[in-house]
T-cell receptor
């Protein structure tokens, strides 16, 4: 059964610092997604990663995929308050998708 | 505004009842996805349709069903409702099927409360 684990579940960081959110999954995958959710809001797609070694960057966020290690990372560079949100990874395999529990990120001044 | 609309925004109903949630995708998008978000279960993928055909199926209960119509809007039907079905239901749309890279655009969600 496909299982997806994210860590940490809660992350409090200061503005200007760097940090990484990890997403581990239990079986092979077809693709991996990262999403953002602001409190009380809907989801926003951030990245879709298809192949081993894939790296995508948007602003202060960079996502990478290592299919051999079954690991994706979401790296935050020089965090700003606007990045405060919950971040989810999700893995698609055999036409089924499973989500991680989410990482609640709080960026403090 | 993602361009994806969902109705209703809020729905309060009783156990045992049946409800229908509606989703209109962005103009031109052929894929529609349904998700459930609750405190107990977290985020769960329910089902995906592409141009009227079911393409992927996740943790969708037998009491739930969905369809995508020729005009590409989709409906999620929830029947024999239980307290545990109380959740936020999101739909998303994308321009491509599973074969392509599919950036999903999410609707605002329908909050279902079962009393």
């Amino acid at each position: 059964e496909l299982k997806v684990e994210q860590n940490p579940l809660f992350l409090s960081m200061q503005e200007g610092k760097n940090y990484t959110i990890y997403c581990n999954y239990s079986t092979t995958s077809d693709r991996l997604y990262w999403y953002r959710q602001d409190p009380g809001k809907s989801l926003e797609s951030l990245f879709v990663l298809l192949s081993n070694g894939a790296v995508k960057q948007e602003g202060r966020l960079m996502a990478s995929l290592d299919t051999k290690a079954r690991l994706s990372t979401l790296h935050i560079t020089a965090a700003v308050h606007d990045l405060s949100a919950t971040y989810f990874c999700a893995v698609m395999r055999n036409n089924d998708m499973r989500f991680g529990a989410g990482t609640r990120l709080t960026v403090k001044p | 505004d993602s361009g994806v609309t969902q109705t209703p925004k809020h729905l309060i109903t009783a156990t045992g009842q049946r409800v229908t949630l509606r989703c209109s995708p962005r103009s031109g998008d052929l894929s529609v996805y349904w998700y459930q978000q609750s405190l107990d279960q977290g985020l769960q993928f329910l089902i995906q349709y592409y141009n009227g055909e079911e393409r992927a199926k996740g943790n969708i209960l037998e009491r739930f069903s969905a369809q995508q119509f020729p005009d590409l809007h989709s409906e999620l039907n929830l029947s024999s409702l239980e307290l545990g079905d109380s959740a936020l239901y999101f739909c998303a749309s994308s321009g491509m099927g599973l074969a392509g890279v599919d950036t999903q655009y999410f609707g605002p969600g329908t909050r279902l409360t079962v009393l």
